[in-house]
């Protein structure tokens, strides 16, 4: 996990903006102005509308990735925001992952994977590319990914192959633990007849996993989702997973604040990365300075410094609740 | 789940085929065949493995699909071994399925996806399609899945949104219960303090989420994977989930015989359909009358041919321990 604790100093900015387009966050005129281009370039009519909403989606992560990246250390794009167009939406995150790496930026892809060991690492090749082909500069990347969201019910066997690929490459996952949602408590707050809940057993799990991969900043390559909306579990959780770093979603738009989020740092202000989506990239909704009449051009720039103010005022407010 | 039992019954065939490409699966002349088109064609030397085995992967589940379509219901393509070559790979995923589709199979997309609510709605556009930019012909489905598989972690608020699109299109998806692979005892096994195991405990989950959307046949849209590596398991969830249709990952390549699949059915011989990838598509190298010299249309006989019998080998299997 050195790299990004590495961007986090850097910045001193321990959050990450969450790439996930829809659209109703991307003004209308942008996803407009691909209609010609997109009609003379893609054949099938019917393919027309999923390619033109990709496009726009990469324009608008475009602009907002241009006006934050000497602010944060990490983006987050959410791949199923993308699965939903299609293949063309998936080109659209690749295109996303690559730039937002070409600007210094540390990619998080939220795609949670997880499945049985062969295909568990099938699936890492989100992290270490493909070998088939490689020449001397190693693998080729297709994904841009710096890290990847993975989903442990089914087990170890099922994790190792993306420890082994981040280790080779230099590069993180980040388990689900105890995610955001209201529901997540259904099976991850279970008591179990041994004494705990399944979301501390997984905790122990994820823990174990990183053994072996602990950094020089103290934490390992295996860090862990712990949702902004479960203060006090995150709390317990700091303490009992000493050497995995949070990944915490659920600020802002889902309710979680910099008080909730405050004890998933460790006593030197390390440990975690907040994430927020919405509220940093459909902050130009909030401004009031929108008009369906502006240019694409100016709906773009709009975004843009929306984005950057919305996420100048979450480092802060993180900032202030730092020890 | 009526769609699907019904193709069941039109092949008289419980089971499915895996199209799990990887590379030691494929012929090797058959991926050095498209090396001269792909040089053409595609512009950045540096991507052209990757999408070189990309189309042979398709090629690959074409002749396997031209050769199985008149005597299974379904196939059961594993996103992952596609996402291992990026979007390539998964151009090749979406033109299996709907080669797939177009030859009358019913199409069970391998993908695992789970997430918190709004990021599930997105995902389940797997099964909506596009509705940006829809005609009168309804959403742009770029996918081509007839069902998807789902991780339960998350909850209900995870499972819902799948719920819906599966209603609306009908079709349906399987949520995992209890997986096939060594390590799957490490959460799903963990005993409750209100009594039961966890994979007990979701198993509940899933009947719950079919409430509602049970077909003519007596199962409901949402399923549940179930191992064949755990008969006794199996046998119990049966008779536990009486409204969902299980999919059973495990026989063959992966130690689990007819008769641990037995008890997976009910006594109708309905209620569960088998699968089996490396077992039918790999026969190919199990035959002895494979040689580096052949060509590659010779060699996509031979993995056709292998695969036609490996599949009637498993119908009868299946068959002989039918109630």
Same mark, same amino acid.
């Given at each position: 996990m050195d790299r990004l604790i590495e961007a986090i100093a850097a910045t001193q900015n321990p959050s990450v903006v969450g790439l996930d387009p829809t659209e109703a966050l991307v003004p209308a005129q942008v996803v407009a102005s691909f209609a010609d281009e997109i009609a003379d370039e893609v054949e099938d009519a019917a393919d027309r509308p999923a390619a033109q909403l990709a496009v726009a989606y990469f324009e608008y992560n475009r602009a907002i990735i241009d006006a934050i990246a000497d602010i944060v250390p990490a983006v987050k794009p959410q791949i199923a925001m993308y699965e939903a167009l299609g293949p063309a939406g998936v080109d659209a995150y690749t295109m996303t992952c690559e730039y937002a790496q070409s600007h210094g930026l540390y990619v998080i892809?939220?795609?949670?994977r997880g499945d049985i060991g062969s295909t568990a690492a099938a699936y890492a090749g989100h992290l270490?590319? @493909?070998?088939?082909?490689?020449?001397? !500069?190693g693998p080729y990347d297709?994904?841009?990914?710096d890290a990847v969201t993975v989903n442990p019910y089914l087990g170890t066997d099922g994790i190792t192959p993306f420890v082994e690929a981040a280790t080779a490459a230099d590069k993180d996952i980040f388990a689900l @633990?105890?995610?955001?949602?209201?529901? !997540?408590?259904?099976?991850?707050?279970l008591e179990l007849a041994g004494g705990g809940r399944v979301y501390e057993h997984v905790a122990d799990l994820v823990e174990r996993w990183g053994q072996g991969t602990v950094g020089q900043h103290r934490y390992s390559r295996v860090g862990a989702v712990v949702g902004a909306t479960h203060p006090e579990e995150g709390r317990a959780l700091r303490a009992r997973m000493p050497h995995t770093f949070f990944l915490v979603p659920g600020y802002g738009a889902q309710g979680g604040t910099a008080r909730d989020v405050?004890?998933?740092?460790d006593d030197a202000g390390s440990g975690a990365i907040v994430n927020s989506s919405r509220g940093i990239i459909g902050a130009w909704r909030k401004?009031?300075?929108?008009?369906?009449?502006?240019?694409a051009e100016s709906a773009l720039d709009l975004v843009a410094d929306a984005a950057r103010n919305a996420a100048i005022a979450m480092r802060d407010d993180l900032r202030a609740v730092m020890p």
């Open positions: 892809g939220d795609i949670k270490s590319g @493909v070998a088939f082909g490689a020449g001397e !500069s297709p994904w841009h990914e @633990v105890r995610t955001s949602n209201p529901s !997540s408590s259904e099976i991850q707050e405050a004890g998933m740092f401004t009031g300075a929108y008009s369906e009449t502006m240019s």
